[in-house]
């Protein structure tokens, strides 16, 4: 966290930084900072997809789906190939009860990386 928070004294417009001091925020269980973070990432860089990947994954796991899946939905636009991204963004849009886009999501994530664990 220290390094991270160093980084930003230093370039406050570190998005990556961000990005990456939020995962770590989330881990901690501070999820208000770790949200805030990532979302400064994205206002910094609205094209980090890494940046969506992971605040989608937490509003997921805050049971926040439709966030998730505007987040996942930029995600796999900017990562067509991203086994990942269809995978949490069939599971969001399972759990939103629209089973057939989760299917259609999570077969892409299949045939995208079959040797994924994840998928």
């Known amino acids: 966290m220290v390094d991270y928070n160093r980084a930003l004294e230093l370039d406050p417009k570190y998005a990556l930084a961000y990005v990456n001091r939020g995962r770590l ?7 208000q900072q ?12 609205p094209d980090l ?9 937490a509003y997921f796991n805050q049971k926040q789906y439709d966030l998730a ?14 086994a990942d991204g269809f995978l949490f963004r069939g599971m969001t849009y399972s759990n939103l009860n ?11 994530s299949i045939l995208l990386g079959p040797d994924d664990r994840l998928t």
């Open 49 to 57: 997809s890494e940046a969506c990947s992971q605040r989608g994954i």
């Open 25 to 31: 925020q989330l881990l901690l269980g501070n999820d």
């Open 34 to 45: 770790g949200f805030a973070d990532l979302s400064m990432a994205l206002n910094l860089n």
């Open 69 to 82: 899946l505007s987040d996942f939905d930029q995600y796999v636009q900017r990562n067509s190939q991203a």
């Open 98 to 108: 629209q089973d057939d886009k989760a299917v259609q999501d999570l077969e892409r």
